[in-house]
């Protein structure tokens, strides 16, 4: 990444903290790294997020953005194919899914993280809704999509036994909703 100049400050130090965390991880990131990373001097991140937190709090609510428009995008689609594009999603932003999920990394009251993670909430249940009137079901298929995203983010599925992860979401998602 180029260092930063000008122009969009908070932007420099989001795509920091995403290289950061596919690196290593979101526990093992700083303000001091990402203003290192960015470019700026370590009183920049401060300014723009106040603290670690704040940094994750902000890419959380891009996440759950990202992922509301991935499922629009799906609209009338069939709701297995929904699932696929949360896996989808969750494989190719997986810095922004890694923090997403994980309330004691980021500030859950934060008006902006909420209005996004509502809006993907609600398209994940609307989706569910379409096919069944159990409210269980879309807790189901979610939990079945979200871990079976972090089985193959973290590599514990047997690849042998896989094609790729979009073919491979299909089939499981197919076996609770036929």
């Known amino acids: 990444m180029s260092p930063y100049h000008h122009g969009d400050l908070r932007r420099a130090v989001l795509d920091a903290a995403v290289a950061a965390i596919t690196e290593h991880g979101p526990a093992g990131i ?33 996440g759950f953005d990202l992922l ?21 999603f969750a494989i190719e932003h997986r810095a922004h899914f890694e923090v997403m999920f994980r309330p004691e990394l980021h500030r859950e009251d934060d008006e902006a993280l909420a209005a996004a993670r509502d809006r993907a909430g609600l398209l994940l249940t609307s989706g569910a809704a379409k096919v069944t009137d159990d409210a269980m079901a879309g807790v189901a298929a979610w939990s079945l999509m979200h871990g079976f995203a972090n089985l193959w983010l973290t590599g514990a599925l047997r690849a042998e036994h896989l094609e790729d992860p979009d073919t491979a979401a299909r089939a499981i998602a197919r076996i609770l909703f036929p």
Do not use: I, M, N, Q
Not at 43 to 62: N, Q, R, Y
């Open 68 to 88: 509301a428009d991935a499922l629009a995008a799906e609209g009338e689609r069939d709701f297995v194919e929904v699932g696929v594009a949360y896996v989808h």
């Open 30 to 62: 700083s303000l001091r790294d990402l203003a290192r990373r960015a470019g700026v001097s370590h009183a920049g991140p401060v300014h723009h997020f106040g603290d670690k937190a704040g940094v994750l709090t902000a890419l959380a609510a891009e």
